[in-house]
């Protein structure tokens, strides 16, 4: 079990601001509902879902939202430190499951598989790795940056998980990753010259990557190998919200038909 901390802080001042005025992205309409809320109904969905914490503007989530978390935290300046602040308030004694708000599509089932995966593994830093073909498959038409390693075409996923005493005492190297985490050119660079020229020349495995990682900031980190496209299915383009609002209408019609 765990608890789960939702980042729903970010302001919408990039590309989608062409699609909808509401100043925070995790309160822009898809298929009638905030896209938060979907993402809260999955996270209520899982078996592995403890207390829930919403990161963001604490009065908007709770004035919009028909579901409720069981805490909300203001948001700050910056990612990691919003993720301690919902520590704070939580103040988890185990692993703390962390997800973004902008992954409208992701499903209960989703979540389960990656704690069901990460536990397999013994390490204190979990996070999510998603396969191309599965992502073209479930998704055609998403855009996404894919890192080639050894043991086939990934994307990173919005999915991670972390032991609270880490969040807690965290250095600045381990807060670069997170912050990092979509760019596989600047997540490389921070993990050295080898990592870099080995991930420029198609021979990077993914045990490497987490030696790395465990020499840089004496954590162990695990990436966890996911199959369920919709972790990596982020809207931060007015493409991608369209994709989002077609596949959810298409689901309610489904679960309707049923």
Do not use: W
Request: with cysteine.
């Amino acid at each position: 079990m765990a608890d789960v901390l939702i980042l729903a802080g970010a302001f919408n001042d990039g590309a989608l601001q062409e699609s909808s005025s509401e100043e925070y992205e995790a309160l822009i309409e898809v298929a009638g509902r905030p896209m938060v809320e979907y993402v809260l109904k999955a996270v209520r969905g899982s078996k592995f879902a403890q207390r829930i914490a919403l990161i963001g503007p604490e009065e908007l989530l709770k004035e919009r939202l028909s579901l409720q978390a069981d805490a909300y935290v203001e948001g700050g300046d910056s990612l990691f430190q919003n993720i301690r602040r919902g520590a704070t308030v939580l103040d988890p004694q185990g692993p703390v499951l962390i997800i973004t708000s902008d992954i409208p599509l992701i499903t209960s089932e989703a979540i389960d598989d990656f704690v069901e995966v990460a536990k397999k593994r013994p390490g204190e830093v979990y996070y999510s790795l998603i396969n191309r073909e599965a992502c073209e498959k479930s998704f055609p038409g998403m855009e996404r940056t894919y890192v080639k390693l050894r043991e086939g075409m990934y994307t990173g996923g919005n999915l991670g998980m972390v032991e609270a005493d880490i969040i807690r005492n965290c250095s600045e190297e381990l807060s670069q990753f997170f912050t990092h985490r979509k760019s596989a050119m600047r997540l490389s660079r921070l993990l050295g010259p080898n990592i870099l020229l080995r991930f420029a020349l198609g021979r990077l495995k993914l045990a490497q990557i987490e030696k790395r990682i465990k020499k840089i900031t004496g954590y162990d980190g695990v990436g966890v190998l996911s199959e369920h496209a919709e972790i990596a299915f982020d809207v931060d383009k007015p493409s991608d919200l369209q994709l989002a609002d077609n596949f959810l209408k298409k689901r309610k019609e489904e679960e309707g038909a049923r």
